[in-house]
């Protein structure tokens, strides 16, 4: 059996929860298609003097509830349909949260661990200049993800001004603070996910605090997670990275462990701690799994494997479709990433905003606000699975889509 690309996993669910709530053809008929796709040639000059061309894209899926909006990720295996689900993914996402957005996703195939700076700022102020026209603050607003940071917004942000001859900070999210970056995002979706878990701890009765936390990632938003775990009294048992995993029973201590990898590079080899691998956390013995890695983790072949009772999806798309029913079938709740991952966007929300009205809030107003939107969420799409006696991925979609489709017949495009 050929292995589904992302793009036809999502699409497995929207067309299961479009038939589930009996919607009209014509939703999936629009949803199951990306509105507009940009492709770009850039042909970068080296340090070196040597001329190298690199494909940057930028799709928007659905704007029907407000301006796409969706992260730039720089990947040296960028592909179209990964991008394309990940824009609609952002659709979902957005509407879960409530968000007056649709949903874009981009980037550049390009590996930025091997770039200079020098050749990193050029090849984001040529992309910019590239797909300038394709977005804009009441049109697509562009954020980090894999492989960028707030200064390649930074000088994406830069490029845009000049050609647009007028400075619009809201065109971007997630900027330096000094450009109008808001207080709290560089830790809002690893938060977010914390707030979720709160919300589904208490529904199905797994306590945070003693729980064991295995974490498959290290990055941003995986860190931000076991801090808010190990925080509130949980056990991080589990972590890895690109390069490696480890494993300890007793519990790792993800500050000491970040001091760690930042002067070593990788997870691996902290002391105290079992080898595992990249993918170990996965499978590893604990009662809340955060997926916080790469896209389509958790597979048909690794699913009967995962020994975690609660599953928060920090990264997008990390759970393929055969892996779900596997897990449904032992009885693992699995919060999905269209929710359970929407804190960053959230915030990114709340900077667009403030970028607009030019005041900015406090980190306490941004993180009680987040809360706010993350619990609601999850409250909404568990109504939704209850409503349809379904799993929650599937009461996220059948929550999201309603939200996008009704929008869509206001607007007399169904």
Not at 176 to 191: D, E, N, Q, V
Not at 225 to 249: E, L, M, P, Q, T
Request: hydrophobic share 40%; proline share 5%; aromatic share 8%.
């Amino acid at each position: 059996m050929a292995k589904l690309t992302p793009w036809e996993s999502q699409l497995i669910n929207v067309k299961n929860t479009c038939d589930l709530m009996g919607l009209e053809p014509a939703v999936y008929e629009v949803i199951s298609h990306p509105k507009a796709i940009l492709e770009v040639a850039l042909p970068l000059k080296m340090d070196d003097g040597t001329v190298k061309t690199f494909t940057g894209v930028r799709i928007h899926h659905n704007d029907a509830r407000g301006p796409t909006k969706g992260g730039i990720r720089y990947h040296p295996h960028l592909d179209m349909d990964t991008e394309m689900a990940l824009a609609a993914w952002m659709t979902w996402k957005n509407a879960v949260a409530n968000l007056p957005y649709g949903g874009a996703k981009g980037g550049i195939n390009c590996d930025p661990k091997i770039l200079s700076m020098g050749e990193l700022e050029r090849l984001t102020r040529m992309y910019a200049s590239s797909i300038a026209h394709f977005v804009g603050v009441d049109l697509d607003i562009p954020a980090p993800d894999v492989g960028t940071n707030a200064q390649i917004m930074a000088w994406f942000v830069d490029e845009y001004y000049k050609l647009l001859g007028r400075i619009t900070p809201g065109v971007i999210t997630a900027k330096p603070i000094s450009l109008g970056g808001s207080l709290g995002r560089s830790t809002a979706t690893g938060r977010g996910c914390y707030f979720v878990t709160i919300e589904a701890s208490k529904v199905y009765d797994i306590p945070i605090k003693g729980s064991k936390v295995a974490i498959q990632g290290f990055g941003n938003v995986a860190k931000s997670a076991a801090f808010n775990f190990h925080n509130a009294g949980a056990k991080i048992v589990a972590v890895s990275d690109s390069r490696g995993g480890v494993y300890n029973k007793e519990g790792i201590n993800p500050y000491k462990l970040k001091d760690y990898k930042d002067k070593n590079g990788k997870v691996s080899g902290y002391p105290g701690c079992k080898e595992i691998g990249s993918i170990g956390p996965l499978t590893a013995e604990c009662d809340i799994l955060v997926p916080a890695a790469l896209q389509n983790a958790l597979t048909g072949e690794n699913a009967g494997d995962v020994k975690a009772k609660l599953i928060i999806e920090g990264a997008n798309g990390p759970t393929l479709p055969e892996a779900d029913k596997i897990m449904e079938g032992k009885g693992i709740i699995v919060v999905p990433d269209i929710c359970a991952n929407a804190g960053g966007v959230t915030v990114s929300y709340f900077e667009w905003v403030q970028n607009r009205q030019g005041y900015y809030w406090t980190e306490d107003e941004v993180d009680q606000r987040l809360e706010r939107v993350m619990k609601k969420a999850f409250k909404d799409l568990k109504e939704q699975s209850d409503k349809y006696d379904v799993p929650l991925r599937t009461g996220a979609y059948a929550l999201a889509i309603g939200r996008v489709a009704e929008a869509m017949r206001f607007l007399g495009r169904i």
